[in-house]
């Protein structure tokens, strides 16, 4: 799945693997069911809601889109924890080479695993890679039931302003 990406960006979004409809798409987050194309609009990221076709426009808006890990499941689950190590090391090599101003992984259990850090939570966190600040925020997917659209949008949200977005 090829990176929405380049340098210098204001904030870089990491998911944790391309869907299986992402995958035959060509799109992030293609999966209708996915709330993060509704919560980066909702928490003032993009002006209006964009389609998944719609990804390269992010760029325009100093935005970007990668994944820790790059093989196609349909759930994140199937990932093994070699795949989340070796995808942390290398979206560490991606980010300092990127030098986005922040990197935002998609989902805390993608975040402790790549990046073993086990107390690890929902917002910024103290590592760094560079001089990129690194935030996680909720996973998107319809899936996480934990985090409503408006509660996920907060999220962003909070995010938005700290990267001065």
């Not at 690890?120 to 997917?141: E, H, K």
């Amino acid at each position: 799945m090829p990176d929405v990406a380049a340098d210098g960006l204001r904030v870089l979004f990491c998911g944790i693997n391309p869907g299986l409809m992402t995958a035959a798409t060509g799109h992030h987050f293609a999966r209708p069911g996915n709330r993060f194309w509704p919560a980066l609009h909702r928490s003032g990221f993009t002006p209006r809601q964009l389609r998944p076709s719609e990804q390269r426009e992010l760029l325009s808006l100093g935005l970007g889109i990668t994944n820790v890990v790059d093989r196609a499941t349909a759930r994140a689950d199937e990932l093994t924890a070699e795949e989340y190590r070796e995808g942390g090391r290398l979206l560490a090599l991606k980010v300092a080479r990127l030098r986005p101003r922040w990197l935002a992984v998609l989902g805390v259990t993608a975040y402790r695993a790549a990046f073993d850090d086990r107390k690890a939570r929902v917002g910024p966190q103290p590592r760094t890679i560079g001089d990129t600040r690194v935030w996680v925020l909720p996973n998107p997917s319809g899936l996480n039931a934990h985090w409503t659209p408006a509660a996920l949008a907060e999220e962003f949200a909070r995010l938005r302003i700290a990267a001065g977005a």
